[in-house]
């Protein structure tokens, strides 16, 4: 083992966040921003780069780092570290209603690919880089991008993604087309592409967007039913403009205009 051997604890349904355990000396490495709570005496260090290496030389941070900024990460992770002499806990948050995946690399040949922003945190030893998509078609139009995260390692990771969760096993052969935004995760041995729609019709007015993934066996795919994309563009879509919408809501815009709102 090359990963520190972490045990964890989910809580929550629709937002729920993951406590790991840390023995003496253990530490967990996660994205900026997705702490929740942690116990006295671990230690939380900034580090440049993708978390995996640190001995590599300013070089190799250097690279790691260019590999983050590449799926539109930030420079930088965070590790927690345990410093006492018993156990201690830290707890990471989702960032939006959904589900967060554990994900034990050692079961799965050592990688993973995701989505650019589905990696919530994991074992030190993990290593978070990038993975190049084969297919130029793949880069231009494959909603999530020509770049995905690549988790490789034998150690525990977490995986975030949104609404409910559907785990599916593709056999030899077995093909899955998948709405580019609801692939949350792969397998490495996945054969992954993206294909047009079809039908001019179908591509102007089916609302399902111009081209979709297709997953192509042996390996397993973990599919969200709420991509934040279309959770944004609803939520957006329903805020009403600026001094406009009274009607929505008598209650509270009544209160507003009697704590003195402006709603011109």
């Not at 990038?130 to 231009?140: S, Y």
Request: charged share 20%; glycine share 16%; hydrophobic share 40%.
């Amino acid at each position: 083992m090359n990963n520190h051997e972490i045990d964890y604890k989910l809580y929550g349904d629709d937002m729920q966040f993951v406590e790991v355990e840390l023995d003496p000396q253990e530490t967990v490495i996660a994205e900026a921003g997705s702490l929740m709570m942690m116990d006295d005496q671990i230690r939380m260090e900034t580090i440049f780069g993708d978390g995996s290496n640190q001995s590599g030389g300013l070089m190799g941070k250097l690279i790691g780092a260019g590999k983050r900024v590449l799926t539109g990460e930030s420079l930088f992770m965070t590790t927690f570290t345990n410093e006492g002499a018993g156990k201690k806990h830290v707890s990471f948050a989702s960032p939006y209603p959904g589900k967060i995946i554990p994900m034990d690399l050692s079961e799965i040949n050592g990688k993973l690919i995701c989505q650019k922003d589905a990696f919530l945190a994991a074992a030190k030893g993990v290593a978070v880089g990038v993975e190049f998509q084969r297919k130029i078609g793949t880069g231009f139009f494959g909603g999530e991008g020509f770049i995905m995260q690549k988790l490789e390692g034998d150690g525990m990771s977490f995986v975030h993604a949104g609404g409910t969760i559907h785990k599916r096993e593709l056999q030899v052969g077995e093909t899955l087309r998948v709405d580019t935004g609801c692939l949350v995760a792969m397998t490495g041995d996945i054969d992954y592409n993206i294909e047009y729609v079809g039908g001019v019709k179908t591509a102007l007015f089916g609302g399902e967007g111009l081209f979709f993934a297709t997953l192509k066996g042996p390996g397993t795919v973990w599919v969200q039913s709420l991509p934040f994309s279309r959770l944004a563009s609803r939520v957006f879509a329903a805020a009403p403009e600026r001094g406009g919408s009274k009607g929505e809501g008598s209650v509270a815009g009544g209160l507003f205009d009697l704590l003195g709102g402006d709603r011109r």
